[in-house]
């Protein structure tokens, strides 16, 4: 079991620099955002959406998938969503993720590894409804986060991206009246600071389709 253990330890300090890894959000103090702050409230999200949802999940799956899902990060780094604009860019993401999530599967052994590498790829292929409700979890919490910080923080892109969560909640009416009052608090806080709401549509309309 130490040779296991070993293992495991080896892990969890490589998961430490997901406390300092940044990601492109802000508190509401200022302070830029950590993936492990990130996966914090997305977990909390999962013990308090649980009874709404329109399904009953495998609490213990999901939240392992949650946790998980970023830990490749450690190594491969977190990148915005608006930064992997072209097929090259999102293969090249998906490349450095694949290496992560099969060095991590070497590190821990062919059973936990093995366990960690099914619930990655899970979450990645969106195919269950654990790992649908998982993916929805991520981009909501993004937005909420959002909302949190100050409005000064948010490209346009962000703004626009607003308008754009129903794609991943339309599955789950829980998930999808959340998506609501999500977008709801992030429109007050743009026609508060003065930003034109139907201009940011007019723009999602004039761009090609987007996915986040």
């Not at 509401?28 to 999200?45: C, K």
């Not at 072209?86 to 450095?96: A, D, H």
Request: one cysteine or more; proline letters at 2%.
């Amino acid at each position: 079991m130490k040779e296991q253990l070993r293992q495991v330890l080896e892990v969890l300090n490589l998961a430490e620099k997901l406390k300092y890894e940044l990601r492109h959000s802000w508190l509401s103090n200022g302070r830029q955002e950590s993936v492990a702050e990130h996966t914090w409230r997305m977990s909390l999200m999962v013990v308090l959406l649980e009874p709404y949802l329109d399904h009953e999940i495998e609490v213990a799956r999901t939240l392992k998938m949650v946790i998980i899902h970023d830990l490749v990060e450690a190594e491969a780094g977190d990148v915005p969503a608006f930064e992997v604009t072209t097929p090259e860019l999102k293969e090249q993401k998906r490349q450095r993720e694949l290496q992560a999530i099969e060095r991590l599967r070497t590190t821990l052994g062919n059973g936990l590894g093995q366990h960690v590498y099914e619930l990655w790829h899970e979450f990645e292929d969106k195919l269950t409804y654990e790992s649908r409700v998982a993916n929805a979890l991520d981009k909501l919490e993004v937005r909420i986060q959002h909302n949190n910080a100050d409005i000064s923080t948010w490209l346009e892109v962000e703004q626009e991206f607003v308008f754009l969560m129903g794609q991943h909640t339309e599955f789950d009416a829980c998930l999808h009246q959340l998506k609501e009052l999500i977008e709801a608090q992030a429109v007050q806080k743009m026609e508060a600071a003065g930003i034109s709401v139907a201009a940011v549509k007019q723009r999602i309309i004039a761009k090609p389709q987007a996915v986040v």
